[in-house]
């Protein structure tokens, strides 16, 4: 089936919550996720699969045990299996990510900021 | 290790030529590749992937057989694996493919514009 075009910003306008991550495609048996961050997320890491962040508007830090990454718009990290790191927005950030579907957003870590998984918008 | 930023605009910065992929990053085994696209592409499909296209300057024109599905900068899509379609680009267009790595750019077609692949910058 021909597939249609996605457009990021109308996908970003349809929701207003943080660190909750919705689907927006899928690519074989991988998903890209939509999130709006704002705030501290938890430490966390997933011990089967790397992660894709890619800032679409505004400025994420990503901090790892050893320094602090930042990422503005217009760039991206792929953060290795195993890798704990803990996203940081100081203020509202736009972010795509990407990874295999059933990846949970806490990893290893759970606690009350763990999303409702493949959610589609 | 802990990972490093990667900044699309200097990426593409460090190369010219049109329809050759380069590889920025890796997510297990899959590629982030990044393409110059300038004119008209070569009929194609991929048998065994589906394979995501991300406009991130320009506007990228996909034809498929029934219809044509115009991309601009900020908008995506998934072609399905063994779906025919050609990318046009009226002006240079940058954009960012992910499909697991070995895929070759002109997929079951072959022919001149086949680049060589698995090139990193």
Same mark, same amino acid.
């Given at each position: 089936?021909?597939? %249609?075009?996605?457009?990021?910003?109308?996908?970003?306008?349809? !929701?207003?919550?943080?660190?909750?991550?919705?689907?927006? @495609?899928? #690519? $074989? &048996?991988?998903?890209?996720?939509?999130?709006? @961050?704002?705030?501290?997320?938890?430490?966390?890491?997933? @011990?089967?699969? &790397?992660?894709? !962040?890619?800032?679409?508007?505004?400025?994420?830090?990503?901090? !790892?045990?050893?320094? %602090?990454?930042? #990422?503005?718009?217009?760039?991206?990290?792929?953060?290795?299996?195993?890798?704990?790191?803990?996203?940081?927005?100081?203020?509202?950030?736009?972010?795509?990510? #990407?990874?295999?579907?059933?990846?949970? $957003?806490?990893?290893?870590?759970?606690?009350? #900021? %763990? @999303?409702?998984?493949?959610?589609?918008?």
């Amino acid at each position: 089936m021909t597939p %249609t075009a996605i457009n990021l910003e109308a996908k970003f306008a349809s !929701f207003g919550d943080h660190w909750s991550p919705r689907v927006i @495609a899928e #690519l $074989n &048996d991988y998903q890209f996720k939509l999130v709006k @961050a704002e705030g501290e997320f938890v430490w966390h890491s997933h @011990a089967d699969t &790397d992660e894709a !962040f890619i800032v679409i508007e505004g400025t994420l830090e990503i901090e !790892f045990r050893d320094r %602090t990454v930042t #990422l503005n718009a217009g760039e991206m990290i792929v953060v290795p299996r195993g890798v704990e790191h803990r996203p940081i927005a100081r203020e509202e950030c736009k972010i795509m990510l #990407l990874e295999p579907r059933g990846v949970v $957003n806490t990893g290893d870590a759970g606690g009350g #900021l %763990t @999303a409702e998984n493949d959610v589609w918008i």
